[in-house]
């Protein structure tokens, strides 16, 4: 976070701290594999690239995603509490969603900080790709990349339709309040 802004200004140093960075999300993914954001991301390819693409979609997923990856939220939250995208709270006494919520607050901050667009509308994204993407989560080559999401989504069960449409018409509008939830 503290060397995004200066690594895209040119800063060696920052550029440095950035590779080290991808580095490190390339093994995450190597041990981990990929999910939603990544996948949906493919379908975005002639209007953003895919890093541009993942940071829009990021934030929307972690709303998601709260109810089950609350050691992760309390382990990033600070990072963003330092860096000044979001206020200092005790972190004990809030919930999963709502911190979820704090979190994808503040990546959408920070995105916005670089200049980047905080929706798929604002990036010029139709509603045409959001069919796209959702097609494409349907297609059974890709059904690993569902059950690797925290929140695994069926298909055969609708979840596509029901659950990864409310995530990405959130993208689109930039309302995270209208995610539905998975029990």
């Known amino acids: 976070i503290n060397h995004l802004k200066s690594a895209i200004e040119g800063n060696l140093e920052s550029r440095v701290a950035l590779g080290m960075g991808t580095d490190l999300g390339g093994y995450a993914i190597m041990i981990g594999g990929t999910?939603?954001?990544?996948?949906?991301?493919?379908?975005?390819?002639?209007?953003?690239?895919?890093?541009?693409?993942?940071?829009?979609?990021?934030?929307?997923?972690?709303?998601?995603?709260?109810?089950?990856?609350?050691?992760?939220?309390?382990?990033?939250?600070?990072?963003?509490?330092?860096?000044?995208?979001?206020?200092?709270?005790?972190?004990?006494?809030?919930?999963?969603?709502?911190?979820?919520?704090?979190?994808?607050?503040?990546?959408?901050?920070?995105?916005?900080?670089?200049?980047?667009?905080?929706?798929?509308?604002?990036?010029?994204a139709s509603y045409e790709h959001l069919e796209r993407m959702l097609e494409a989560a349907k297609d059974p080559q890709l059904r690993m990349k569902l059950q690797n999401m925290p929140v695994p989504l069926v298909p055969e069960e609708g979840d596509i339709d029901v659950y990864m449409r409310s995530i990405l018409e959130a993208a689109y509008n930039g309302n995270l309040e209208s995610i539905i939830l998975k029990n």
């Open 35 to 124: 999910n939603g954001p990544h996948l949906g991301s493919f379908s975005l390819v002639d209007i953003l690239t895919h890093g541009r693409a993942c940071a829009i979609l990021y934030p929307y997923y972690t709303v998601f995603f709260a109810p089950r990856i609350g050691d992760q939220l309390l382990n990033i939250f600070p990072i963003f509490e330092e860096a000044g995208y979001v206020k200092r709270i005790e972190q004990t006494e809030i919930m999963n969603q709502e911190l979820g919520n704090l979190v994808a607050r503040a990546m959408i901050k920070f995105n916005s900080s670089l200049g980047f667009p905080t929706t798929l509308k604002e990036a010029g």
